[in-house]
């Protein structure tokens, strides 16, 4: 079992950075894909970015590939989204996910969440 704990949201003016961190506890996390997903006010929560078991395989949605970028250390037990050019539309509740499936793209995949931290971008 894994525990995720986001951290580094905030507010922030459109066009600047932020970078996103989901801690995990727990063994092995070095065996547990893992993805961020996010949720805005009154829609569904959306697959943003995915990366494997050793980070050699990034996956990114439509809407912000070119301008996210998702890493690891397993070393740290941490995954890493750093988001760059933000807009408007990137305002919601962004989630880590995991699991030890050999892929994670959707909701249903997902075995272990966060608690998800807030991203505000201002226009």
């Known amino acids: 079992q894994v525990q995720l704990v986001e951290s580094g949201g905030g507010l922030v003016q459109a066009g600047g950075s932020l970078r996103l961190s989901c801690a995990a506890s727990g063994r092995a996390f070095s065996s547990y894909v893992t993805a961020w997903f996010r949720q805005a006010p009154g829609k569904e929560r959306e697959f943003v970015a995915a990366i494997s078991t050793s980070g050699g395989i990034t996956y990114y949605a439509d809407s912000v590939k070119g301008r996210f970028t998702i890493s690891r250390d397993n070393a740290k037990n941490t995954v890493y989204l750093q988001m760059n050019s933000l807009k408007p539309e990137d305002t919601a509740v962004y989630y880590c996910?995991?699991?030890?499936?050999?892929?994670?793209?959707?909701?249903?995949?997902?075995?272990?969440w966060g608690q998800g931290t807030q991203v505000t971008v201002s226009s």
């Open positions: 996910a995991a699991t030890r499936k050999t892929w994670l793209q959707t909701r249903e995949m997902a075995d272990y």
